[in-house]
């Protein structure tokens, strides 16, 4: 089944060499940490034996060429552990210097406290915030298995590898990680494997106080094959154990008995190993310990480099042999070829948005915008071939499911729709592993309410700036009866505030069409909110088109001279439609702007956002069924913002709307009044 | 052990009764449903059994006393159910009249779509997302056993319930019931008994394709005693489960295996029956299958309600043996008894805060706000007894270790030190069932990074005004080399914009003492972002005095004529004192804000507020270490917000600050050019 890694593997030329090496890697990292005086050398001193089997012996990765695509993912979820990543990466051969590990933790360099997806190649995705590795993993097996089901063809196995993550206490101690480990087992992910630091140790002192579960019991009732617990601190142990794993057709989880601060005469085996420094004298003592003859900080041995460094080898006659392979391939089946090569390009193919130009134009029925959504999407799904993804148990409500395009799981690993079971925090995370993966745009769908269960995992895409594009339905009060569990106040505002990331509201369903060529045609992350309820879709005929949608804002119904501006987003852009239609026939003249996008509009060149926003007109009056929070942005402060400032209640949609005073009339008698103030 | 239940347990009578009981149960959750046209028939019909049985059999209450503090607790985690309980507490003699279900899921009702505490009396928590439930009980559970083991006495079992739950397999999914679960397991909850109604079905189809784990084995790893699976909706099995429970010294989870929309002909075991009304031939068809003879909707049979009104009786005879049991223990232990009945109260001792007053004064070290917090709750916790709680495995870095108070454990569940594991998500809900239940006022620690962990039960505590403090550290960039995956951006925002929350963020020593003052005296949560970083303690003989914090904001260096004011929060007001010496330099006078909370600040008057920011005085500045969004309330429009539109970096703090432009130079630089502006 595989095709070179095994052949590859170089066995143990002597333990004194393996031990070498491994004490490379652990006083790197010391070594790192003392400089920055700040950092992790705890896991490294125990964990460092693991990682090096695995890398030495097993992992295919060519560090001359890190966006290969089928190389094996490692994923260091004890992300604090960086250093160690780093020591790795550099002996192996990744375009990572020296001297970037002496500059641990400092500005500009490419090795921060946490590992980040971008900064130094090999880094597979950002890690820190315990359980997001986990789950990062998961998705990026659930992306190999996809693409291999949907691609490979008998005899061409091009999409191949495993998804290796060390892991920690702290990262099983976290839902998400229980979530992901849940879904992996039951989709059986057979190419996922987790070694799990056991080492008794986390910050508050030994693991008892808090954790004292079973976790192989708990593993075996995911579905995972469970191994260990072993020595992880002997080679053989480690080396077995990976051997095992990697015939098992069920995700392994290696149980890998370390001491934390391993060698530290002082702290090994304590949390004070966890995340400080040795100290000078410690750190002395444990090289002492250790039997590390060499004084100087960031000693590499040359044997011992010269050892890493056959990585290099070794992955260039792996990818080698894969481009072989994909050559051969590209000729037996050339228009599955042509698809994968898109599908890991992630350009979208020329005519990709074929469907959706006039989608809705005539339809004079109102359609909820998660309905006009879902068509959308399968409009999409029909065009770009690897635009996939999954709801967390909502799909009926959130209406994305892609017909005709199966069903993601075991017996079917090509489907195309994910059912992620109520996990919103590991559907997030997977989804991220997928885009982090390639040959997939992925898609997540939940209530809006539900953003708060996955936020470590959007803002973690954001900050790697990955294409993934949430769909989030029932985004107000607008969604009636279920109540103020379920209704978003905070959650358009706590979506604005996060960096790198849009957020758009469509107003109807000519504006979702909009929203999905934004969302499709960025790298980086999109949240759609969209309504439960349906809404008009507005006449484009007398109104400005939808594609103002792309600059954020736009003036959706003009004035000659306008006397006051009405903000809307979403659906609440029809309350200020018809608020303008109540001041016209007091014969006052309003605009009425769409804005369903602040990052999209504050990115517009100013004098655009001062035609949409004339600077002269100072009363405006925005509503937006959702928190205030920010709208003097473009009210000012002399404008009026109808928001809402307190929970909402559990009602039809429209009484709520109604006693909560996001109402038309309400809208146009303060725009009135600000006019008659003005006047005055 | 047990005083009053286990004698009033009335066994089944006959079993026409009982199931014209749990009939009764079900019809009138689904006639709810189908009058307010809209609701979750499906687990009134698959899981009253089990309710019933616990409510006619086990639960210790009193329907006309429902906040008798040693009641057993009941959760209805699958919130969608709320017809169920409203079902239950109607027909039991709650507070709550049968008009109140016809009126399910409208305005103003007591019974809204999910059950919400403090509308109906017997609701004990607000669920609907799910999950949150199932940890609150764990907290419900931890308070029950904290006080039993600080306060009962040997022959005075004064607290001593039961805490149940009926949770879904969409609890169960959820990440946040696994961190409870792996924690209450850790604790060896006992009475901790939760029936899980296990059908088969989510919104998508059958779990199965999610949700392919095995549930027993996993809560038998969590160290959790499992009983099942039963047939739930065998009143027999059911009975058998629960006596086997109570007698566990674990916690149990009785697996009942039950059919979804149980008696519907054309529902049942399906989807649909999940989340929508049956529909009126349904519901006819539904009724003639179970042997429901009544045509007429919201029928209660007079010999059912006669049956389920003994809980009155009961319950008063219950309560009163407690109360008499109270009385000889007040009578024996009259310190115990009268620091328990403060604890119940949650009324603050009158000298509460004696060794708060002046307690930095003189201080010239810098310190944390982190550090100062951690010596205010210590001062706090040798006067207020019942104040405990704990941190995700971050005490030592929280500084929220409450000294010489020993650690809760099972060993000793009077320690007031708790572990909650790195579990943020869990620890929220947990401290909300801890408030809820009563007895103790927790706090939470973790650094702010990771309230995107605990969002929805911080969300749940707002929404239910319920005393809970968190505790947030390491508030900004200026926690240096962890890098941005720990470096908060958006959360403060996020904070602000939640309703009914109060976000403190203290820039002093002083200020935290405050904030402390302001978090013990509220009936509501609160949030307190404190620095890792060292501040400087602000000398108070010349700048005003930090109560000047519990109005939100307040001037903080007064200026005779100012021609600028300058704002900042927390570790960024000593940025903003800077730039104020260093425009007086350049001859102008700047008043500086400190601005610790909006929400304090804006619920002052009008006039107080004016003071604070004179209108006729445009030219401001603020300063926060964190998104802008929001600040345009407090600069207006021509003002300057200096804040991070982008994500930090990693590097030691001042660096980033530097780096980033959040210093005293550009603050001072902005302001004298608005100030120029405005002479021009």
Tied chains: 1, 2.
Aim: net charge negative; hydrophobic share 40%.
């Amino acid at each position: 089944m595989l095709y070179c890694d095994d052949s590859l593997q170089v066995r143990a030329m002597t333990t004194t060499l393996d031990q070498l090496c491994i004490n490379t890697i652990r006083f790197l990292a010391v070594d790192a940490v003392e400089k920055a005086r700040s950092g992790h050398p705890g896991t490294p001193l125990g964990a460092a034996t693991m990682a090096y089997v695995l890398w030495d012996r097993y992992l295919k990765h060519n560090p001359a060429g890190p966006a290969w695509p089928d190389r094996d993912r490692f994923i260091l979820s004890a992300g604090h552990a960086s250093a160690m990543l780093y020591a790795l990466l550099h002996l192996t051969g990744y375009d990572l210097p020296l001297e970037e590990l002496k500059r641990f933790r400092q500005w500009g360099s490419r090795t921060p406290g946490h590992p980040e997806y971008g900064l130094a190649p090999g880094v597979e995705t950002t890690t820190g915030p315990l359980g997001q590795g986990f789950a990062n993993g998961v998705g990026m097996a659930i992306a190999e298995s996809w693409l291999a089901d949907t691609y490979n063809r008998p005899g061409h196995e091009i999409i191949n590898h495993y998804t290796y993550a060390l892991v920690s206490d702290g990262d099983l101690q976290e839902g998400v990680s229980a979530e992901a480990a849940s879904l992996a087992g039951t989709l059986r992910l057979g190419k996922l494997i987790y070694l799990y630091d056991d080492n008794d140790i986390s910050i508050e002192g030994n693991t008892d106080i808090a954790f004292a579960e079973n976790v192989p019991q708990r593993f075996q009732a995911y579905g995972w094959h469970v191994i260990g617990p072993i020595n992880g601190m002997d080679i053989d142990d480690v080396d077995w154990a990976l051997r095992e794993a990697r015939s098992e057709p069920r995700p392994s989880l290696i149980i890998c008995r370390t001491t934390i601060g391993y060698g530290s005469p002082h702290k090994a085996g304590t949390a004070s190993a966890h995340g400080e420094p040795l100290g000078e004298e410690e750190a002395r003592l444990t090289k002492q310990a250790l039997g590390w003859p060499y004084q100087e900080p960031f000693t590499v041995p040359p044997e011992a480099l010269a050892h890493f460094r056959q990585s290099l080898e070794r992955g260039r006659r792996c990818q080698q042999d894969w481009e072989d392979r994909m050559r051969a391939y590209s000729k037996a089946f050339p228009e599955e070829s042509r698809k994968l090569k898109q599908a890991l390009s992630g350009e979208l193919p020329p005519d990709w948005d074929r469907e959706m130009a006039g989608m809705f134009a005539g339809q004079d029925k109102p359609i909820a915008t998660r309905e006009a959504s879902g068509k959308v999407m399968n409009a999409i799904a029909r065009s770009v071939h690897y635009f996939t993804g999954g709801s967390a148990d909502l799909a009926p409500s959130t209406k994305t499911t892609l017909k005709d395009h199966g069903h993601y799981g075991f017996e079917e690993y090509c489907g195309r729709n994910m059912h992620f079971g109520v996990r919103e925090h590991a559907m997030g995370a997977i989804a991220s592993g997928m885009s982090l993966h390639g040959g997939t745009i992925p898609y997540t769908a939940t209530f809006l309410i539900f953003y708060d269960y996955m936020r470590p995992p959007v803002r973690l895409a954001a900050l790697m700036k990955l294409r993934v594009i949430y769909i989030f339905t029932h985004d107000s009060i607008g969604l009636g009866e279920d109540g103020p569990t379920h209704q978003p106040i905070e959650h358009i505002a706590g979506l604005r505030a996060v960096p790198d990331l849009v957020t758009i509201r469509p107003a109807d369903a000519a504006e979702t069409v909009e929203a999905w060529r934004v969302a499709m045609q960025r790298r980086g992350p999109t949240a759609l909110l969209l309504s439960r309820q349906n809404l008009p879709v507005l006449d484009r005929a007398v109104l400005a088109p939808a594609d103002g949608l792309k600059r954020g804002g736009y003036v959706l119904r003009e004035t000659a001279t306008p006397q006051v501006i009405l903000i809307g987003t979403g659906s609440e852009v029809h309350i200020a439609l018809e608020a303008g239609r109540l001041l016209e026939q007091q014969g006052i003249a309003a605009q009425v702007v769409s804005l369903p996008s602040w990052e999209l509009f504050d990115a517009q060149p100013e004098q655009y956002r001062r035609e949409v926003l004339p600077a002269e007109i100072k009363a405006r009056v925005s509503i937006e069924a959702a928190s205030p929070l920010g709208w003097e942005r473009y009210v000012g402060q002399e404008g009026v913002i109808i928001g809402l400032s307190r929970f909402g209640a559990s009602s039809p949609g429209p009484v709520i709307y109604e006693k909560l005073g996001l109402t038309a009339a309400r809208m146009a008698e303060e725009a009135a009044r600000l006019v008659r103030r003005n006047d005055v």
